[in-house]
């Protein structure tokens, strides 16, 4: 079965509840929030009652919780070498595994991390320790799952192998998990409209039952230019067609697809019309000129 989402809110005064009613309003099965902002680490208290409203409402619309996934936010960095920054990433995401407990929520996507100059080895050592440190404080079976990267900056994971090496030399594998990202694949090299050929190489490197969730963007940029700059769907250098492809492997049936292509004019959230287009598989190439005018 299909399950396809995108990336939406979570507020201080309505969590769950408010994901949950944003998802449906874009005609989502399942979709991904930040418990806070993305690009800070503030966090408010998770509110049971808000979040057991959340659950009674999925419940009366089948609406498959074990198919919603949490970002952290994007400035926790395993493989950074300075110290207090680091025990802070640690402690940081200890505290939000503990909330995906509250939450019920089983899976964390995760960026690796970036070792700002160190070199990639000693960014996946960092990440390594840094994940058996949080584990062993932590008994828990939310997944951790390791976001395949652009490659901008210093990022590690911008090559499967280096996500292999994480999981590998992690003493918690069963607490790891793959997210793909289509965006970040292309920019980091990887063929995207040969997708059969990629997950090939994936299943034989790490297995294709790591993978936990696929985000599901356009890039608009070429190939291998390592940029991270996601395009609405069909809009970019991946394309309609072969993001379809992905979409609807018969391999990755029943794993989250999660958008997070960009606000049209940065105002207008595309996630409605991008699934219809995406349910209907045929592009409309004058999507975003659509969503500028009914959403005005
Ligand atoms: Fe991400
Ligand atoms: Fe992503
Ligand atoms: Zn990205």
Redesign the pocket.
Known sequence: MLYIGSHVGFKKDTQLLGSLEEAISYGSNTFMFYTGAPQNTIRSNIEDGLTLKALMKMKEINFDYSKVVVHAPYIINLANPDKEKYNFSIRFLQEEINRCEQLGIKYLVLHPGSHVGEGIQAGIDNIVKGLNIIFSNVNTDVKILL?TMAGKGTEVGSKLEEIKAIIDNCQYKDNLGVCL?TC?LHDSGYDMKNFSFFLDQFDKLIGINKIGCV?I?DSKNEQSTHKDRHENIGFGKIGFNNLINIIYNEKLNDIPKIL?TPYVDKIYPPYKYEIEMIKAKKFDENLLEKIKNKTK
């Open positions: 976001e990202d970040h985000h963007n997070e």
